[in-house]
Every structure is written in C-alpha cells, then in structure tokens.
C-alpha cells in the first residue's frame, strides 16, 4: 500500500498473493497485533500471517 496515512483507520486490505484480509476491528493475533490496530499503524517489520509477504503487497478493499 503507498501511502499508509491515506487510509482510513477501519481500511481494510487484502494481501494481492494470498488473498488475506487484514481487517483492523479483529487486529492479527499471530502477530500479536491488538484488535482495534488501522492497517496504517502495524510495525515495520509487519507481514502477511498466511503467506509471509510484505506489508506492500496489500490493496485496499472497498466496503459496498
């Protein structure tokens, strides 16, 4: 994802390998990463808990 300050705090994004949503409300336990935690706030060193890809391989999600 480019730009992180973009996003809006309940973004969701999809990993474009995997097809792994990360969705703020339920947050990433595998990554210990609390429910609540906007894509835009997740560490550096973040990744994709299903295929281990880098943060930058998300694409937003639009909510219908």
Known sequence: MG?????????RLECKIC???YDPALGDPQWQIPA???FADLPPHWRCPNC???AEQFLLLTDD
């Open 19 to 21: 097809w792994w949503v």
């Open 36 to 38: 609540g935690t906007p």
């Open 52 to 54: 281990d890809c880098d």
């Open 3 to 11: 730009n992180r300050a973009a996003l809006k705090p309940g973004s």
